[in-house]
C-alpha cells in the first residue's frame, strides 16, 4: 500500500489477497503464503461488505458451504490436529473467514496464530500446491454441498 493510498482503501478489495485457488460468483478462496502452517486459507467475499449480516441469508449459506468445503479439503490433504475459523476484519473490514489448520506441535500451539509463539521452531511439513487444494475443494463440494 503506497503512500498515495486513501484511508479507504481496501486490501482485499485492491488485490486477490494471496493465491487463488477456487472462486465463484460470490467469494474467492486464496491460500496464505505461511511456511508454518501449510494449508492456511481465507475465504473472501467479492463485495466490500462489513459483517457477515449485510449478506443475504442465502449468501450467508453459500459462503458457509464454501468455508466448510475448505474445512473439508485442508483436513483431507494436510490431516492437522485442529482447524481454526476466525472472522475478525478489524484492520481490513471486508468480510473474510482465515482456516487456519494448527498442530499440537505447531508454533503457537495451543493459543491462536496471532498471539505469542511458544516454541521457536516447528516441524517441516509437507507442502501442497494451490491445484491439489482447488481439486479437493471441488471434490469436497461435491460430496457435501
Ligand atoms: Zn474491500
Not at 463485495?47 to 473439508?72: G, I, S, Y
Not at 490436529?81 to 487456519?100: C, E, F, Q, R, Y
Request: proline share 6%; with cysteine.
Amino acid at each position: 500500500m503506497g503512500e498515495n493510498a486513501g484511508l479507504d482503501y481496501c486490501e482485499l478489495c485492491g488485490s486477490p489477497g494471496g493465491e487463488v485457488v477456487w472462486e465463484n460468483g460470490l467469494c474467492r478462496v486464496v491460500m496464505v503464503d505461511d511456511q508454518e502452517y501449510p494449508g492456511f486459507c481465507r475465504v473472501i467475499l467479492h463485495r466490500h461488505l462489513r459483517e457477515m449480516t449485510d449478506l443475504t441469508q442465502k449468501e450467508r449459506a453459500q459462503l458457509m458451504n464454501v468455508l466448510f468445503a475448505v474445512e473439508h479439503a485442508v483436513r483431507y490433504l494436510y490431516q492437522p490436529d485442529k482447524i481454526n475459523l476466525a472472522s475478525l476484519g478489524n484492520m481490513t473490514p471486508h468480510v473474510h473467514w482465515h482456516l487456519i489448520p494448527r498442530w499440537r506441535d505447531d508454533r503457537h500451539f495451543p493459543y491462536p496464530v496471532w498471539a505469542t509463539p511458544q516454541r521457536a521452531h516447528t516441524p517441516q511439513r509437507q507442502r501442497i500446491n494451490g491445484r491439489q487444494l482447488g481439486d479437493q475443494i471441488i471434490a469436497a463440494m461435491r460430496t457435501t454441498v
